[in-house]
């Protein structure tokens, strides 16, 4: 069974940066399609950002060119780096793992197959 922890949130001041963790533990990561979503308070869970198996890279628009999404196989890691944090940004953030492998991203959060519980994040000065 693939287990998914998310890590690195916490409060930051808008325009900082932070960068959260998604440890895969249960399967090797490899080829794996990880997608990051995030639910703001009264809001839907929305997609961020997603990196298929083959280390392509896709953002929703408003993640592109502040958000960084990588993935390090060998720790079984996937990590979603933020830079220019605004408020509208505070939301949990989760990270999803879709099968089968080497698939391509689709965003749709029913597709996921496994979720980590979550890590917040809060742009607040």
């Known amino acids: 069974q693939v287990q998914l922890v998310e890590s690195g949130g916490g409060l930051v001041q808008p325009g900082g940066s932070l960068r959260l963790s998604c440890a895969v533990s249960?399967?090797?990561?490899?080829?794996?399609?990880i997608t990051w979503f995030r639910q703001a308070p009264g809001k839907e869970r929305e997609g961020v950002s997603c990196?298929?198996?083959?280390?392509?890279?896709f953002y929703e628009d408003f993640a592109k060119g502040r958000f960084t999404i990588s993935r390090d196989d060998a720790k079984n890691m996937v990590y979603l780096e933020f830079f220019s944090l605004k408020p509208e940004d505070t939301a949990v953030y989760f990270c999803?793992?879709?099968?089968?492998?080497?698939?391509?991203?689709?965003?749709?959060?029913?597709?996921?197959?496994?979720w980590g519980k979550g890590t917040p994040v809060t742009v607040s000065s």
């Open positions: 990196i298929s198996g083959y280390d392509t890279t």
């Open positions: 999803a793992a879709q099968e089968p492998k080497w698939t391509l991203c689709t965003f749709k959060p029913h597709e996921m197959q496994y």
């Open positions: 249960g399967a090797s990561s490899v080829g794996y399609v």
